[in-house]
């Protein structure tokens, strides 16, 4: 029996262990690459609770008094008070990313963290929740309090709620990829909710379950838990992005093998570290380094070693195009990347506007080739049978077009004035309803859809070009191969951080050129911006010098604290934009006074712009959302 709990307590503090380590690096993967979305936020906020819950675990299984064990029980408690009322924010986030707003809902998330906070209290200054309690390593624990059942009810109640939301959330996806997507997180929705069943179940009932039974219980749940919080990560870094399902599989799955896989691993190894001290009579801290230096070089090499066949199992349809982008030592989309961005988009077209069919179809060949659809295919295949789409778009101009039971978006190429696809929707009502919201984000859509139309057709071009290359592309390898030694070619670093789009930094840069007047400020999209058009009542309704006045803001926002210098590297960006755009200064004029070569000033000049367009963005953005929260709060 001694061995069996060994064994257990062993197994469980190394999975414990594995847990933090996976829901922590999982933590700062979505922090990383999707903090901006709501629902990755409060995802973000659940983990944050689960590595609370189990840190705690880890230390309680190494004290030796119950005085110390009551510290981290409490600690324990800051993860355990605060789960029920993540789980309905997390809930609520999922209902919020389906255009489903409430106002009380918002307000009962406030008061769920309000709630939580209050049983964290009487937790840590009183015996109403949890008392006394056993000390019976590894399953030390707080015995229930008066007030115990009631925490019990608020727990299983916010759960229970979470999850009907998140049903109601899966049933407002009307189409396969958000649906899909969405089982997958009702699926894995209660895996923090088993890792704090147990300890209320202990709490309730301490003298129920003998310790290997307790022991065995908490290993499958942890085994299931590391399993659950991944799927749903998973899941969560989709929401608010529409890269296509490889790029986001590959770096999560690569970042999974090299962080969490590599660090669960040494762990691991570390606690078999008195057992081997024993075998070889070495000091520990001489293991622990050969036991940490060898896992980490080890595990590195065979993920690398295994890195094709991993590509090739989870990208098993695309591997002759990931073949080519890697002979090419390029970042090429592949025919299904393609795809599987419009799919993206036309689904989350789909369910903004709450509609079953859309379809994107592009002129291919004298006739229009549907790229993907979603809903009814019959439908969408009648209705391009039936109408004339080259005549429609043509008679229409560009914009937005109701016909035959359909809203219509023309999809234009952005490098030349020419069709190259059309987005159709079934119409949700007789006349367009669309609110101004719905509007705005159709139009990112749409943009989107463009760009990924015409970054197709630039695509083929490049994978003719390169199937008649091959035999020259293997001569400049060999070639690049051969070692070099005086006179050799060096190349530039040339920054590969861009913009989101291209097109926004191409209208600040003409913006910034025409800043005093002519048609690239007159004539430019940026005048459409919230803020442009939220500040038109400070500069007498004139959209024109409303643009001027917030590309000067954002100019200022570079500018650094204290004494303007014209050597300080911190200024450069600053004197280079404030002497050129504001003083209207020539290219030579500013590069002798800042005594600085021209070639020099131009490269510093893109960064310059490059830094505008992202000013100019965020604070697109945080207008966006403060109007978005104002609408939320109004309604």
């Not at 059942?149 to 958000?178: E, H, K, M, V």
């Not at 202990?202 to 022991?215: K, N, Q, R, V």
């Not at 035959?404 to 009502?429: C, K, P, Y």
Request: net charge neutral; charged share 20%.
């Amino acid at each position: 029996m001694s061995v069996l709990i060994s064994v257990l307590s062993l197994g469980n503090i190394i999975f414990s262990s594995a847990i933090i380590i996976v829901a922590f690096s999982l933590f700062l993967y979505l922090f990383a690459h999707n903090i901006r979305n709501s629902v990755a936020r409060s995802f973000s906020g659940l983990l944050a609770f689960l590595t609370i819950i189990y840190i705690g675990d880890v230390f309680l299984q190494r004290v030796e008094t119950f005085p110390d064990a009551v510290i981290w029980l409490k600690f324990k408690w800051i993860g355990l008070a605060f789960i029920p009322a993540s789980y309905w924010h997390f809930s609520d986030a999922l209902l919020r990313s389906t255009n489903a707003y409430s106002h009380r809902r918002r307000v009962a998330v406030a008061l769920s963290y309000l709630t939580s906070a209050v049983f964290l209290l009487l937790v840590a200054l009183t015996d109403f929740v949890v008392q006394d309690g056993f000390f019976s390593p590894p399953t030390t624990q707080f015995e229930a309090g008066p007030l115990f059942p009631l925490f019990a009810i608020f727990f299983f109640a916010l759960t229970g709620w979470g999850f009907y939301n998140t049903r109601r959330a899966r049933a407002r996806c009307l189409t396969p990829t958000t649906r899909r997507r969405m089982t997958y997180l009702e699926i894995a929705f209660f895996a923090p909710a088993l890792g704090v069943f147990p300890y209320l179940i202990i709490a309730s009932f301490p003298a129920t379950f003998s310790p290997p039974l307790l022991l065995l219980i908490a290993l499958l749940t942890k085994v299931g838990i590391a399993v659950m919080i991944t799927v749903m990560a998973y899941t969560v870094a989709y929401q608010g992005a529409l890269s296509p399902d490889r790029v986001i599989k590959h770096n999560l799955i690569h970042y999974l093998l090299r962080g969490p896989l590599v660090a669960t691993a040494v762990v691991g190894l570390m606690f078999f570290v008195p057992t081997v001290e024993r075998w070889f009579g070495l000091t520990r801290e001489t293991i622990w380094y050969a036991i940490i230096i060898g896992a980490i070089v080890v595990l590195e090499l065979a993920i690398n070693l295994a890195k094709p066949w991993i590509d090739k199992v989870v990208f098993w349809g695309d591997r002759e195009d990931l073949e080519r982008i890697q002979e090419i030592d390029k970042r090429l989309l592949t025919t299904s990347d393609l795809r599987q961005l419009l799919e993206n988009i036309l689904s989350a077209a789909c369910d903004l506007l709450q509609v079953q069919t859309g379809f994107v179809v592009a002129p291919r060949g004298g006739d229009w080739k549907i790229e993907t659809f979603a809903g009814s295919r019959e439908r969408v295949r009648q209705f391009i049978a039936q109408t004339n789409l080259a005549q429609l778009i043509t008679g229409n101009g560009p914009g937005f077009v109701a016909r035959d039971g359909f809203w219509l978006w023309h999809l234009r190429a952005q490098s030349r004035d020419e069709i190259i696809g059309v987005l159709g929707v079934a119409a949700r009502a007789p006349e367009p309803d669309l609110s101004e919201r719905e509007q705005k984000l159709i139009a990112a859509l749409v943009r989107q859809a463009e760009l990924a139309l015409e970054d197709r057709q630039l695509q083929q071009g490049v994978f003719a070009a390169f199937e008649q290359l091959t035999s020259e592309i293997e001569l400049l390898q060999r070639a690049r191969g051969k070692p070099r030694y005086v006179g050799t070619m060096a190349t530039e670093r040339v920054e590969d951080e861009q913009i989101a789009s291209p097109d926004f930094h191409r209208a600040v840069k003409d913006a910034l050129d025409h800043y005093w007047g002519g048609p690239k400020l007159t004539e430019s999209p940026l005048l459409q911006l919230h803020i442009v058009q939220n500040s038109l009542d400070e500069y007498e309704g004139n959209p024109v010098r409303a643009l001027r006045g917030q590309i000067a803001h954002a100019i200022e926002t570079l500018k650094p604290d204290g004494e303007r210098s014209l050597t300080a590297p911190e200024w450069l960006l600053y004197n280079i934009l404030e002497f050129k755009v504001i003083q209207g200064m020539k290219v030579r004029e500013i590069a002798l006074k800042l005594a600085m070569s021209e070639s020099d000033l131009y490269r510093k000049q893109r960064i310059a712009i490059q830094e505008v367009a992202k000013t100019l963005a965020t604070m697109e953005e945080q207008s966006q959302e403060k109007e978005n929260g104002t609408r939320t709060d109004a309604s």
